[in-house]
């Protein structure tokens, strides 16, 4: 009856897990209270189009659930796209983002779509947001509130629809009484907020 139905249910959802190799959440194992309280938010916040900022040390598995969120949501089907802003020279970041047209700069012979645009209807994933230059920032913050990227070289505006995830293992708040990041950014970023736990606070995941 109704037991056997669940039970082949659960059977078919785990033969479809296996086959499908993307990461959902509950591939993140954790026996920790506070993750599993944060497994049970993640469907509900990755039905929701706003931004979340996900903040943790470092290996607390922040990219994980940034990866979760979208695939639990319905731009699952669409681009999950990275950008690691400690990563990337200041110089170069801004292109990276949002792109740059031809002419823009030495050795810029072709137009170039910046993340955001390959992450078109779907997720991009800020990670080490707190590493992003003051400078950058307030570009950031204009394409959150105008939903469209200008590429570098270019006085147009293109649209983009794209859910934004951010993480930082840096004190935002902090960085932002000490003027090293934006106040209004931040509040664009935490609209939802996600803090993981630190792996010393986690002996069970040991």
Do not use: W
């Amino acid at each position: 009856g109704g037991v056997e139905a669940i039970r082949d249910l659960s059977l078919v959802e785990q033969l479809r897990k296996e086959l499908d190799a993307k990461h959902t959440f509950e591939d993140i194992l954790s026996k920790s209270p506070k993750m599993q309280h944060i497994f049970e938010l993640i469907p509900t916040i990755a039905e929701s189009e706003s931004t979340v900022l996900i903040t943790g040390e470092s290996g607390t598995g922040k990219g994980l659930i940034a990866q979760a969120l979208h695939n639990q949501s319905p731009r699952a089907g669409n681009p999950f796209i990275t950008v690691n802003c400690g990563a990337i020279p200041d110089t170069l970041l801004e292109s990276e983002l949002f792109g740059y047209k031809a002419g823009a700069f030495t050795d810029a012979r072709r137009n170039k779509p910046g993340r955001f645009l390959l992450a078109q209807g779907g997720t991009i994933f800020l990670d080490e947001i707190g590493e992003l230059n003051i400078d950058l920032q307030p570009k950031l913050l204009r394409v959150l509130d105008k939903r469209a990227v200008r590429p570098v070289g270019s006085n147009t505006y293109q649209k983009v629809d794209v859910r934004v995830i951010a993480a930082t293992n840096r004190n935002l708040r902090a960085e932002v009484v000490q003027k090293n990041f934006r106040e209004d950014l931040y509040y664009r970023l935490a609209v939802i907020r996600i803090g993981l736990p630190a792996l010393r606070e986690r002996g069970q995941d040991i």
